[in-house]
């Protein structure tokens, strides 16, 4: 079992940053960033895989940075250019599995339990 703690989430006007974290405590094979707004799915962000590489969906690519602290085993994901779509409720999520990739949420067995991100207009 892999327990997940995210911090990092408030209230930011449109064009600002956040930098959300993730403090796991142990070690997996790939780590990434989901969302989710009420009423809708959950959405895949980015993903970090043991070698290094992420991997962005394009609602967030080239404004959000995903990277880990290995030594810390702290999972970071820098959001730039915040805007009010990006509000939604922010998940760490882990697997063991080989495959890591942002659109397959299913395949994360290990889940933070959340933090909320505002951006108002």
């Known amino acids: 079992q892999v327990q997940l703690v995210e911090s990092g989430g408030g209230a930011v006007q449109a064009g600002g940053s956040l930098r959300l974290s993730c403090v796991a405590s142990g070690a997996t094979s790939c780590m990434g960033w989901f969302r989710q707004g009420p009423g809708q799915d959950r959405e895949g962000i980015a993903t970090l895989d043991s070698d290094g590489i992420p991997m962005y969906a394009g609602s967030v690519k080239g404004r959000f940075t995903i990277s880990k602290d290995n030594a810390k085993n702290t999972l970071y994901l820098q959001m730039n250019s915040l805007k009010p779509e990006d509000t939604s409720m922010y998940y760490c999520?882990?697997?063991?599995?080989?495959?890591?990739?942002?659109?397959?949420?299913?395949?994360?067995?290990?889940w933070g339990q959340g933090t909320q991100v505002t951006v108002s207009s």
């Open positions: 999520a882990a697997t063991y599995r080989p495959e890591c990739t942002y659109y397959a949420p299913a395949l994360f067995g290990f």
